[in-house]
């Protein structure tokens, strides 16, 4: 058989393998199936270079599948904590507090030192959000991000399932059904509440830092009142939505972590593999993980590894107690 034919016949078995998945066609899976394409015709010889170029392209739809839904459910909750957030953001909020920043601070006579205007606006700051603790809307921010701890856990539980079963050609799971079965498995897990108080604290922290800032600059600049509520509003209501973001994007991979761990002891896994997500935005850190791999399970590395981290990890488990999230 010609190379050229080989490669046409590989491309098909890899187009099959990823059909199988139910996973989207990615940047990374259009890469890996012109590497499963050369790999092919280099290795014409082998009787069993189609079927591993077929299961290639089940492993890379799989891997594309399961980065696909983690980010949809990173920005369903990233909405869903934004708005929750947005709703506690209110002129009245920075009243009191940046009266009396300015009154610290004396800003209607001369302007006081640098570091005083950044340490006074700093301790406004913090006392302004701190006070957010104690409106009607704090419940349903708190109950929110507990949510997405929830959905990152029981999302992590699923991928977990996910790669135990590519690994072994098991298909036919039911990402939706395994997600709601595990889902309402965490319904009532107490320690979620102080999680979610933890990257509550998180979030504050961010905006603290960012407000603290931005009422700095005003105070430095000679802002009045009126300019410092209209650029405290605008922050917290708009551009601080980026705190959010990235603490919701750092929750929800952290509680899918720690749902895959989980699962791996209850089920007496005794090593775990790293996997990255395999393109440019990849760490040294991680890579290391990676290469170390396998790790014993009391011993692997934190994950994530840092804010943003999109690693995952894996490890062969039996499919039994699971039976009911797959269709065929």
Known sequence: MSAHSIALAAREAFAAGWAVSGGPMTGRVRIACVEA????????DDPQILEATLDLGKLEGMWA????????????YTAAVTTAWRKLIRP????DGLHHLRAQLGLVEAAPDPAAIRAAALAAARGILVSLATTSGWAALRQTIRDALAAGRAEGIVNAVAIAAERVGRIGLDWDIAFDHAYQQLA??????SEADTWLARLLDRATTDLGRLLAEQAA???SYEDMLDAASTLLDTADVNAVAFVVDWALTTGADQGALTLYTSEGVQAVDWITAGDGRVCPTCEDNETGSPWQINSVPQAPAHPLCRCVLAADMNLTRFAGWFTT
């Open 37 to 44: 394409v050369r790999i092919a015709v280099e290795q014409a």
């Open 65 to 76: 599948l399961l980065f696909q839904r983690r980010e949809k459910l990173t920005d369903q």
């Open 92 to 95: 009245r909020l920075f009243r």
């Open 188 to 193: 009532r897990l107490d320690e979620l509440w």
């Open 221 to 223: 600049n000679g802002g």
